[in-house]
């Protein structure tokens, strides 16, 4: 799925905030999600309609509460890959991981975000 919406980006010195309001496309209107970016691992909340906390960070499992409309998991997050090269002015976020529950691998997912101060006719935010 490719999804382009405007967000917000703030932090400095290897240390970056990245923002933005889901949508229906997503399956999670009305949830913020929001990558906070530190050199060693980066760690993805949501808050609204579907509530989250997930760490990735290269060679280490997490463990996260997953909260929905329909209850909550805990969910398991082994991260294959987190790069960024984030700066004042935009960059990319790279994240491959594998989401566990209960020991079993359930899925294996991505994220590939592109982060841009808007152009004409475009919106600053590409996932």
């Not at 294959?80 to 976020?93: L, P, R, V």
């Amino acid at each position: 799925m490719e999804l382009v919406t405007q967000g917000t980006l703030r932090g400095e010195s290897g240390d970056f905030t990245v923002s933005y309001l889901e949508s229906e496309l997503t399956g999670l209107d009305g949830t913020t999600t929001t990558f906070h970016i530190e050199p060693d691992q980066i760690t993805l909340t949501r808050e609204g309609t579907l509530n989250s906390v997930m760490v990735f960070q290269v060679g280490k499992r997490h463990y996260s509460p997953y909260q929905t409309p329909f209850g909550g998991i805990i969910l398991g997050v082994n991260t294959q890959k987190a790069f960024s090269d984030m700066s004042e002015t935009g960059g990319n976020i790279s994240i491959r991981y594998i989401m566990e529950v209960e020991n079993e691998r359930v899925s294996e997912n991505a994220f590939d975000i592109q982060v841009s101060e808007p152009t004409a006719g475009t919106l600053p935010l590409r996932q």
